[in-house]
């Protein structure tokens, strides 16, 4: 069984500020790595995935995370943010089952 | 491309109702999920497809849950009889198999807002 653990259910942050949104994982088999956002009242959209390679991934919207084995983590990051970047973040795995496990999300707000 | 197409955005109904969501996948893809969101539970996988063969229904909560694909371009989840526990938003997602389904992205449509009064 997998788990996913999104350390900040909140994230509040300013404009131009950085901001970094953490997750960890466990799973006892080979995992894929994902980020979704969310925006209010739509479905789920892919923000950048890790499936193999380089462990530094990028996505859309400036946003990037890294992917580190040891420490079990898939933490996001953008170096600044704008205010259309509030919204609900969801990290998830996928086994190659299909199973597919998403954290509880983290809200980030960003203020002006 | 449309995206993945649910319909009625928005049900209310009452308890002991039968409900009936409805999901369109984008054309191609082979892979079908269901979810449910809620603010206690978060996104949970419910079920899901792969050429119109459910595959993993474990996550359905009941009996009262159930899911079909009569083809690949139409899938219902209906609930009988519906519960005010039931309330949430259910998402259906697609997605186009490539070496793996866990190597996917999913596709996510807008979601059905249900309220089961």
């Not at chain 2, 519960?83 to 059905?112: I, K, M, N, W």
Request: overall charge neutral.
């Amino acid at each position: 069984a997998q788990s996913v653990t999104q350390l900040d259910s909140q994230v509040p942050v300013f404009e131009e500020a950085p901001v970094e949104l953490r997750c960890n994982y466990s799973s006892s088999v080979s995992v894929y790595l994902f980020w979704y956002v969310q925006y209010p009242n739509q479905g789920l959209q892919l923000l950048l995935k890790y499936l193999s390679g380089s462990t530094l991934v990028k996505g859309i919207n400036g946003f990037e995370a890294e992917f580190n084995k040891s420490q079990t983590s898939f933490h996001l990051r953008k170096p600044s943010v704008h205010i259309s970047d509030t919204a609900e973040y969801f990290c998830a795995v996928n086994t190659n089952a299909g199973k597919s496990t998403f954290g509880d999300g983290t809200t980030l707000t960003v203020k002006p | 491309d449309a995206g993945v197409i649910q319909s009625p955005r928005h049900e209310v109904t009452e308890m002991g109702q039968e409900v009936t969501l409805r999901c369109k996948p984008i054309s191609g893809h082979d892979y079908l999920f269901w979810y449910r969101q809620t603010m206690m539970r978060g996104l949970e996988l419910l079920i899901y497809f792969n050429n119109n063969v459910p595959i993993d229904d474990s996550g359905m909560p009941e009996d009262r849950f159930s899911a079909k694909m009569p083809n690949a371009s139409f899938s219902t989840l209906k609930i009988q009889p519906s519960e005010p526990r039931d309330s949430a938003v259910y998402f259906c997602a697609s997605s186009r198999s490539s070496g793996g389904v866990g190597l996917v992205t999913q596709y996510f449509g807008p979601g059905t807002r249900l309220t089961v009064l």
